[in-house]
């Protein structure tokens, strides 16, 4: 059984007397442990898939299934406790509190569970020293690099230990280099067996995928193998003088 099963799906959105066709008969699987790219130009429909994926919205028409259950059809409270446990968010915008520490923003999707207060803090502990932050836990987001904050974003992602990452832009806000480090902390963790699927506009970027899926004008377009290009090992032979400090 796939991890994600998309059949038909299609989403239109009602504006005034307009609608747009902003996802049209879209059918694909994933399975669990791959690492797919979603491409595609601006208005393509890459977003508007995410959410659905994510189970933030629902379709129009057709079957999104998430490990073989029909989301549109969850209860409110289980479809929360899915996204809450199965998926894990990571945005172009890093999407951080402003005024707390990165240890208490990856410890908030913690907080709907049931675990104790000093086992939240070690588990969001674990998780920041993962994506390299060990050293920066007590800083607010501000105190941070784009970077260093979507780090954060990353851990917050994996608190839960879900079954499945979506990304949408991650690397959009940040320069090349520092994409590609945020690139590899995604391979790193693919190859420990973690789902990721990652919306992008940057050919460069979906290079680090396994797979890739092009959408154009809301109709998937192409869905083929990619190269999997090693981004630690493009970290390695980066110029000496654009090293990171
Ligand atoms: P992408 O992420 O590839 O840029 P989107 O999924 O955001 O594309 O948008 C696909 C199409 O759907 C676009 O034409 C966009 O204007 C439209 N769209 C997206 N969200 C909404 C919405 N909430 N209401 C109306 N139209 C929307
Ligand atoms: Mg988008």
Redesign the pocket.
């Known amino acids: 059984m796939p991890l994600l099963q998309a059949e038909t799906l299609s ?1 239109d ?1 009602v ?1 005034g007397t307009n609608v ?1 066709h ?2 049209r008969d879209v059918s694909f699987a994933v399975d669990a442990g791959e690492m797919v790219a979603i491409m ?12 659905l994926l994510g189970g933030l919205d629902t379709p129009t028409d057709g079957i999104y299934r998430l490990e073989g259950v029909n989301v549109a059809e969850l209860a409110a409270d289980a479809l929360a406790e899915t996204r809450n446990r199965q998926i894990g968010f990571v945005f172009q915008s890093f999407n951080l509190l402003a005024r707390t520490t990165a240890l208490e923003n990856v410890q908030l999707p913690l907080l709907y569970g049931s675990m104790e207060k000093a086992r939240r803090r070690a588990r969001a502990e674990q998780v920041l020293a993962e994506v390299g932050l060990a050293d920066r836990m007590d800083h607010h987001p501000s105190q941070l690099s784009g970077g260093q904050q979507q780090r954060v974003a990353i851990a917050r992602a994996l608190v839960n230990e879900p079954a499945l990452i979506l990304a ?1 832009e991650p690397t959009g806000a940040l320069d090349t280099r520092t994409g590609i480090e945020i690139m590899a902390i995604f391979q790193r963790l693919n190859a420990d067996g973690m789902t990721i699927v990652i ?1 992008t ?1 940057e050919e460069d970027v979906a290079q680090f995928a396994g797979r890739i899926i092009c ?1 154009q004008d ?1 109709r998937l377009k192409s869905d083929a193998p990619a190269p999997r290009t090693n981004a630690a090992d493009l970290l390695a032979s980066w110029p000496e003088d654009e090293q990171a400090a």
């Not at 595609?40 to 959410?51: E, F, I, Q, V």
């Open positions: 989403k959105y504006l747009v902003a996802l595609g130009p601006s208005g393509s429909g890459k977003s508007t898939l995410m959410n949408d919306v506009h959408f809301g």
